[in-house]
């Protein structure tokens, strides 16, 4: 069954949750945290977050982190703070991509029972079940010339360490976030870099590309053009992934010269997960739909979406999170009802980062998790 938690308040700081529990030992929790007083110092905020973070692991005991992803409103003065703060080990997305709401820190968090934890040697972090070994990495950076070369350098680093692990981009990679420091300008040397990678491992338009979501986001670094996470399942098998088109809203993203797929659902004999890339106001042409009007925008968003996920058997009520990106400030309040009167207390966070195209004024990423029952596949 799936679970919508209400909210939680903590002292100056909310979690909005979501569980799935189906029955099993392996139960997932998605949490985002705000803080609710924005007048409070940077340091008192991050204070907040954390306090609210361990508080909401004191209710939920047997659960551990295995993601997260910190979104900062001006990460050259922050990010050192959270790397004392929080010695979670989990995989720690660190990004600057102010949260809209006034605040200066928000904290998106998936959590899991059921599983042992570990930073392997390769330097992934691993939450292992039964056959499979989830591998998260996050905040992978490095300073080579331009956006280029630094993302063929993250993606050639990435591959060695999933050799280590006994993996491969192409058989085990499922999502991938690539974060673009002033995308207008560093977006298409990212695009080039991937592309060429994937060519030689072998992801092409005949095969099938990986999840992702490429936005703008910026280091604390200013020199960091472009910043990956990824995850990865060691012991997944062919036949549990298939990929989601939508062709009647969307086109394939190869038709305008990139490499990702639109969505990527992974079935286990327990559960379904289902991984939505980031989707904007597009038609089946590749077209941007409704130029300018931010409102129609996020209608035609939502409806692409829900199509990516009606193809997995899913709907928005087996969705546990959303973060949504917008490229204009002043679009914040507008957006911010839309997405409240549509979905009531889903684990949701609107940020300020520009999308790769400049005509798109919004876009949103999720994942769904539904249970099934599936004996041919593993457990999860």
Known sequence: MNEQLSQIDFENARAE??????????????????VSTPQLTYARQLEAVMNAYNGLLSRLPDAHAVFKRYFLSDAANQADDIIVADVTDCAKSIIQQAPLDGTKVALWVWLMTGVQTRLTKSGLYEAAHGQFRHLWNASA????????????????????????????????CVRTWLFVNDIDLNYGGVVRARNQVF???????????IASTGIGGRQQDPNVLSQMDNYTIAGLQAEQVRYLYAPTHLNRTSDYGVSFERGTCIDYADRRHVFISGTASINKKGEVMYPKDVEQQTRRMWENVEALLKEADCNYDDVPMIIVYLRDVADYSLVRRLFEERFPGKPCIIVHAAVCRPGWLVEMECMAVKAQSKPEFPAF
């Open 17 to 34: 949750v979501w569980c799935f529990d189906n029955g099993t030992e392996v139960r997932e929790y998605h949490a985002m945290i705000h």
């Open 141 to 172: 950076h490095n300073l080579a010339a331009n956006s280029e070369y630094q993302m063929r350098l993250l993606f050639n680093e990435y591959i060695m360490q999933l050799a280590e692990e006994g993996c491969k981009l192409a058989d085990n």
């Open 199 to 209: 060519f030689t491992q072998g992801l092409t338009v005949h095969s099938h590309f």
